[in-house]
């Protein structure tokens, strides 16, 4: 592996492959004021977010943690596109792209302008009922719990991953939590959370991808879930080049042909240079 590859040497990668699978995770979307959850040797800069089962048997801990998201969601929900989903929307534009998974759940890929994409792990801008098929707009959840949570409002906290806030010091049992207005059941952001697991179709989806994929290329992620690092694996075993830009250690650094340790958005400025020089 070219540990110190430059840009430049990501610029000849991408030149070299007409078929790229791209993955992308939270260093893609620091730009946009979306914190990420690792440090640069992969460490969790703060506590882990919430386990599926824990979510769904336990009304303290789904109350904290609509709690603090009411509050994330007035940030997170207007945070927009920066220069690296764009150089990504880009590289679609070119043709030399067959597919870009994600690991985040903010929709920023798409609102840059990329079509190929699939949210591996679902989008935060979504409320899905556990017991029946209703669905709604998050936007449209924010509001129901606002008006049943008046006296939150003014609170305020610094932002944490996906949406979320590190408030603390409150007493989460006085929140309450709007059930499905259709069924009463147990609503809960359309992500998947730890502990849950992705969507088969959703898989299939990725696996066909790559397949016909001729080289990998990762934006911006640790890969230490496993559910984003076991395609570079896969991919690596059946003999893909694989690149990443990621500041820091990644799970696959011995798996990488060339590894780029710069911000996402200095490593893919040259995918936007054309366009700025035109």
């Known amino acids: 592996m070219d540990v110190f590859a430059s840009s430049s040497a990501l610029a000849a990668f991408v030149g070299r492959h007409e078929r790229l699978f791209v993955l992308t995770g939270a260093g893609c979307s620091t730009d946009s004021g979306i914190p990420d959850y690792r440090d640069a040797d992969g460490q969790w800069k703060r506590t882990p977010p919430i386990d599926f089962q824990v979510f769904m048997r336990d009304d303290p801990a789904r109350a904290r943690y609509w709690a603090r998201s009411m509050i994330g969601w007035r940030r997170f929900g207007k945070a927009g596109p920066n220069a690296t989903h764009r150089a990504l929307a880009r590289l679609e534009a070119s043709g030399r792209m067959r597919l870009l998974v994600t690991q985040n759940v903010d929709g920023l890929h798409q609102a840059a302008g990329s079509r190929a994409v699939v949210d591996l792990h679902g989008r935060l801008d979504q409320v899905r009922c556990m017991h029946c098929v209703h669905r709604e707009p998050r936007a449209v959840f924010q509001q129901r719990l ?71 290329l990762v934006v911006g992620s640790s890969l230490m879930v496993h559910s984003g690092y076991r395609y570079v694996r896969a991919g690596a075993q059946a003999g893909l080049p694989v690149a990443a830009v990621n500041l820091g250690r990644t799970r696959a650094d011995e798996l990488l042909t060339l590894k780029v340790e710069q911000s996402c958005a200095e490593a893919l400025a040259f995918m936007l240079a054309d366009r700025a020089a035109a």
């Open 146 to 216: 606002e008006a049943m949570n008046p006296a939150w409002i003014a609170l305020d906290a610094a932002d944490a991953p996906d949406g979320d806030a590190d408030l603390e010091a409150v007493d989460f049992s006085r929140f309450a939590v709007p059930p499905c207005p259709a069924c009463g059941g147990i609503l809960k952001p359309d992500v998947v959370f730890f502990g849950e697991q992705v969507p088969a179709p959703r898989v299939a989806t990725v696996l066909r991808a790559l397949d016909e994929a001729d080289a990998i």
